[in-house]
């Protein structure tokens, strides 16, 4: 299994992935076109037959603030670390780019606790995330879950009400 940034020649497997959690009411559908405007934003995970089994995106959305989104992993190698291995190589992809803070929202709550994400009250998070919620078939009655992970976990546990929403504000 290797994880690498993903090619535009991945689009139709990372879109068949998508398709099949939003299908379920687990993610929000994307079209070809937005995954190949946003493809530089996701990292795959490949077989060793060179075939995408898994794909993640990581969107910025401030200095310190990005999402991890898009998560999805093919039935078949799912609960085999996958899923894992692609939340880790986007965190250290927020590293690189200086990146304090990484949230998702999520139903897979236990998943992301035991990668080192903390859940909060989606009120923390700053209003512009929720463009894409309109989009989502369960809006406005979302049963998703806000978790973030930190370079200083010490932050996790003094976030006050807006914290994570004024780091944003100016955006």
């Not at 939340?87 to 035991?114: K, M, N, S, Y």
């Not at 995330?129 to 979302?142: A, H, S, T």
């Not at 049963?143 to 929403?165: C, I, K, M, W, Y």
Request: one cysteine or more; proline letters at 4%; glycine letters at 8%.
């Amino acid at each position: 299994m290797n994880i690498r940034p993903a090619r535009v020649g991945d689009v139709p497997a990372i879109y068949e992935l998508i398709r099949t959690f939003a299908e379920r009411r687990q993610m929000i559908r994307r079209s070809m076109g937005e995954l190949y405007e946003s493809i530089r934003e996701f990292l795959v995970a490949v077989d060793g037959d060179n075939q995408v089994v898994g794909c993640v995106a990581l969107h910025v959305f401030w200095h310190d603030l990005a999402e991890l989104r898009c998560l999805a992993v093919g039935e078949r190698l799912q609960g085999q670390g996958v899923g894992r291995r692609l939340v880790e190589a986007c965190w250290d992809q927020a590293r690189e780019l200086e990146i304090a803070t990484v949230f998702t929202l999520t139903h897979a709550v236990g998943f992301f606790e035991r990668c080192g994400y903390h859940q909060i009250d989606k009120a923390e998070l700053p209003h512009k995330i929720w463009n894409e919620c309109v989009r989502c078939p369960l809006f406005p009655n979302c049963q998703e879950v806000a978790l973030v992970r930190s370079v200083d976990p010490e932050r996790l546990s003094t976030l006050g009400a807006g914290e994570l929403q004024a780091a944003s504000a100016e955006a």
